[in-house]
């Protein structure tokens, strides 16, 4: 990895946000999912969660533009466990519905460890992630339709998090939230990413990547990833 990606990555490491984080509820369209995970990497979303019971979730490539590498998407197969999960971090949950105790959005303060929930496209969040939610927020609409994309709505919220996080000074750190074992995971990921590949399927151990950007790792190591499989 040449000291510029190394540099870049490093960067991107420590404005990292752990503690802001988007739930999609069956949010099923491919698009709208790669749509959510790429404006997640963009404002310094670690990790996302989706409520996806059954089958692989599904991407497109072209929406996600490579957040996929950068932004663990972790599944819950009932929204009970999602929030569960996301509450145990001490996030409030934020659900996107329009009801009589809905706020406005950007009355919300996104400087708490925060989690935004997002309905099914067609059908919205269901009654019981609505009854785990802490806050409804709405987008005010002044027009004729009374409701947002999806992605587009997610995106909306994640960069008035992201501006109020700015103010607050959150955004100015010199060394990455992240534990170091996932800060190395993306460093090696992200730097040799077809190293990475075949260490996967290999089932080798990833090494360590040092301050340099340069791989350390042992001669049985290196031996392995060269032998014929």
């Known amino acids: 990895m040449n000291p510029q990606r190394y540099a870049r990555i490093r960067e ?9 984080t988007v739930c999609m509820e069956q949010v099923h369209k491919p698009h709208n999912v790669s749509a959510i995970i790429r404006t997640a990497d963009a404002v310094g979303v670690h990790e996302v969660h989706a409520v996806w019971p059954g089958n692989r979730m599904r991407t497109m490539a072209s929406a996600a533009a490579g957040s996929n ?22 996030m409030q949950i934020l659900a996107t519905h329009l009801s009589p105790g809905a706020v406005d959005f950007r009355d919300i303060d996104y400087t708490r460890p925060t989690c935004i929930l997002m309905g099914q496209e067609k059908t919205g969040i269901t009654r019981e992630a609505l009854s785990l939610a802490d806050q409804d927020i709405i987008i005010p609409m002044t027009g004729m339709v009374q409701s947002l994309n999806v992605s587009v ?10 501006r109020q996080r700015q103010i607050a000074g959150m955004y100015r750190r010199e060394n990455s939230l992240l534990s170091d074992a996932e800060q190395q995971r993306l460093l090696f ?29 042992s001669e049985t190591w290196w031996s392995a990833m060269q032998a014929a499989e």
């Open 12 to 20: 991107m490491l420590a404005l990292r946000q752990p503690d802001l």
């Open 189 to 217: 990921e992200g730097g040799y990413p077809v190293l990475a590949k075949v260490a996967t399927r290999k089932g080798l151990p990833y090494p360590r990547i040092n301050d340099l950007g340069d791989i350390e790792a």
């Open 153 to 162: 709505a997610s995106a909306l919220i994640l960069y008035e998090a992201q």
């Open 69 to 90: 590498s950068w932004v663990e998407v972790k599944t819950h197969p009932t929204i009970a466990d999602a929030v569960s999960e996301l509450k145990r971090q001490g």
